[in-house]
């Protein structure tokens, strides 16, 4: 974070800032926490347009815990002009990640915590829109598209020849493509669903907190940069694609309640956890695309590469 960067929230709060420190963050943002002289906040800069995503974080926090938007600048003009950011109320809690990779719960507890983490994503779908498709403006206008099942093969073909040959090879990337196209007409039925997508649904951006009672509270859902109107199965399936490497109890007591949380208008579909892993046929698709290093995708692309051998799975 660049010092005139600091300046510009500082005045804009209307306040010195007196400390900073790196917070981890999403690979299109760099998230700093500052303090002041009575709180702290947390800025966030750079990445799409803060104020779409302020709006769908104040949408959401309607029904699930969301930081409070304080503050959005525009981006500067010019090649040295500040960054866009959005500068948010600190809020205390665990990182998720945190707790699953330490080792200090039980399968018990860690059901029960599963159990929180799904019900707070299964609410994230309370919110609702005309139309499915990506957010315009800070108004959350919904562009009209294509159904994401026709969507899906044309977008998985563009993401393959992106991808990085280092990453995957050739006959993957085609193998890749074949598979989505293959499974894309399973969309069709959930392709009129207009609800809000996190879409970035993964321990990195949950907060959680062990309560007194020994029970568990989720105190933040994080980085909604992504959210778009459209079907909530895709965030179930954000949340278990890598939970292989979680603890024992944790996603079974998530994808329960995931399912016995989905609003009531919402009619749940047998094959739930199946479509949302084609929804997140996007995402992995995408994900390949980044470039040498990137370590999520390097995970994302052991995901390709297994689905490519294995199929989709078709149950939890």
Known sequence: MQPEEIHRIATALGGAVAGTSNLAGGFSHETTLLTLADRQVVARLGGPDPAIEAA??????RHVPVPEVLLVLPAEDGDQGARPAMVLEHVPGTPL??????????RAALGDLGAEVGRVVAAVSAVRFERPGFFADEHLTVRPGSPWSQQLPEFAETCM??????????????????LCAAHAPALAGVDGQARLV????NPKNILVTRTRS???????????EFGYSGC????????VRFGA???VGFLDGFRAAFARHQPADLPLVEDWLYLGRVLDMFALSDLVTRPAGHPVADQAAERVRRWV????????
């Open 214 to 224: 020994g029970g568990w509270r989720v105190d933040a859902l994080l980085d909604w």
């Open 232 to 239: 909530p199965y895709g965030d179930a399936a954000n949340m």
């Open 97 to 106: 990640d945190h707790v699953l990779s330490g080792g200090e719960h039980d």
């Open 198 to 201: 996190h879409a970035d649904v």
């Open 56 to 61: 769908v974080m104040a949408a959401a926090r």
């Open 161 to 178: 020849a992106a991808t990085p040959d280092a990453r995957l090879d050739l006959a993957i990337r085609r193998d890749w493509a074949d």
């Open 309 to 316: 051998r294995e199929g989709v799975p078709t149950s939890a």
């Open 245 to 247: 490497g979680y603890p």
